[in-house]
């Protein structure tokens, strides 16, 4: 089994940037794909971005050009640099391993406001 944990969100001011990590633990050797999710409440948890193993990402189109997914496979590391950040990308923000029926954090919330 795989677990996964996120850190390093917090508070910044529109324009700004803030770095997400999300560390996997477990059967590390098994994961594939990893992703970032996020949620607004009232709304569907929305893909982010994904990495695959070997490198592959894909962005939706709101962040396309501002924040960069990253992984280390010998260090079972994730990272979402997130630089340009708008009010619109305040949200929770889940790590995951493996697709919807893999392994997902608790979350790390994010809040962009002046």
């Known amino acids: 089994q795989v677990q996964v944990a996120e850190s390093g969100g917090g508070l910044v001011q529109p324009g700004g940037s803030l770095r997400l990590s999300c560390a996997a633990s477990?059967?590390?050797?098994?994961?594939?794909?990893m992703a970032w999710h996020r949620q607004v409440p009232g709304k569907q948890r929305e893909l982010v971005a994904f990495i695959t193993a070997g490198g592959r990402t894909e962005y939706v189109d709101a962040v396309k050009g501002r924040f960069t997914i990253s992984r280390d496979n010998a260090k079972s590391m994730m990272w979402l640099q997130m630089n340009n950040l708008k009010p619109e990308d305040t949200a929770v923000y889940y790590c995951n391993a493996n697709g919807a029926s893999g392994a997902w954090g608790q979350g790390t919330q994010v809040t962009v406001s002046s």
């Open positions: 477990g059967t590390t050797f098994s994961i594939s794909v």
